[in-house]
Nanobody, 122 residues
């Protein structure tokens, strides 16, 4: 069992930065691929960024590539999402998720956090 708790959301002006954190419980965190997803009002939840269990591979959606960076610290059971050059369209609830398949399809995620809100003012 893995429990995930996100933090770091808030209100930021367009062009600003935020760093999201996702703290995981359990001793098997390092065996899970981790992903960040987001859901804006009235829209489907979508993949944002992913990182393999061994911290070798990272993946990004086209909409955030070059602006967001995912990283993990297995010693701290934490995954991060550094978000730079934020745009109003980045506003959403951001969720972290864990999976054993190294997949970033929503249905392949084994565990989800409760989400953290990101608001971007123009």
């Amino acid at each position: 069992q893995v429990q995930l708790v996100e933090s770091g959301g808030g209100l930021v002006q367009a062009g600003g930065s935020l760093r999201l954190s996702c703290a995981a419980s359990g001793r098997t965190f390092s065996s899970y691929a981790m992903g960040w997803f987001r859901q804006a009002p009235g829209k489907e939840r979508e993949f944002v960024a992913g990182i393999s269990w061994n911290d070798i591979y990272t993946y990004y959606s086209d909409s955030v590539k070059g602006r967001f960076t995912i990283s993990r610290d297995n010693a701290k059971n934490t995954v991060y999402l550094q978000m730079n050059s934020l745009k109003p369209e980045d506003a959403a609830i951001y969720y972290c998720a864990a999976n054993r398949l190294n997949s970033y399809r929503l249905e392949h995620q084994n565990y989800w956090g409760q989400g953290t809100h990101v608001t971007v003012s123009s």
